[in-house]
């Protein structure tokens, strides 16, 4: 039997994102090399993998679940990018992701919503949110929605926006 520890409340279940997906959210964001891309609640790490092979960003990936980011390590060891991805054991609400250029989100709403106020206070001018079906709340309008059919003919809904220096 598992020993039960206090941790942060859980802002989505782990669901991986198809590798199509994630290569559509990445260049919605025009991710390209020098950016850094934070994914908050990174699971299985795909999207900061992916973020550093194929678009030459590094990458931060975030979450409570240890065995998920000890699977994320091993995945950018035998993806050759481990150099360029950290992953860290974090609460999503307690990460300062000031230093980051894109941030990818496939949380729950109501976790979106909580996290905006947090991402718009720290984020540069410019830097890019994507979030994966669920927006992020309030009246702040996205740049871009994207609707389309995913390789395995699931419809998906991609939302950008452009931090504006504001807290939204």
Not at 131 to 143: L, S
């Amino acid at each position: 039997m598992r020993a039960v520890t206090a941790q942060a409340p859980l802002l989505a279940p782990f669901v991986g994102t198809p590798p199509d997906v994630v290569e559509r959210m990445l260049t919605l964001a025009k991710t390209k090399p020098g950016d850094v891309v934070y994914d908050l609640g990174c699971g299985d790490g795909r999207i900061v993998i992916m973020a550093a092979q194929k678009f030459g960003a590094r990458g931060v990936g975030i979450d409570i679940d240890p065995a998920l980011l000890a699977r994320a390590r091993a995945d950018a060891m035998t993806a050759g990018v481990a150099d360029r991805v950290t992953f860290r054991q974090q609460d999503a609400m307690t990460v300062d992701v000031s230093d980051a250029s894109v941030v990818t989100l496939y949380l729950l709403a109501a976790s979106n919503a909580k996290l905006r106020p947090v991402l718009t206070a720290k984020l540069a001018a410019g830097a890019r949110i994507v979030a994966h079906n669920y927006p992020v709340g309030g009246n702040w309008e996205p740049a871009v929605i994207d609707n389309f059919t995913d390789a395995a003919g699931t419809m998906r809904t991609l939302y950008l926006w452009i931090a504006d220096g504001l807290v939204h």
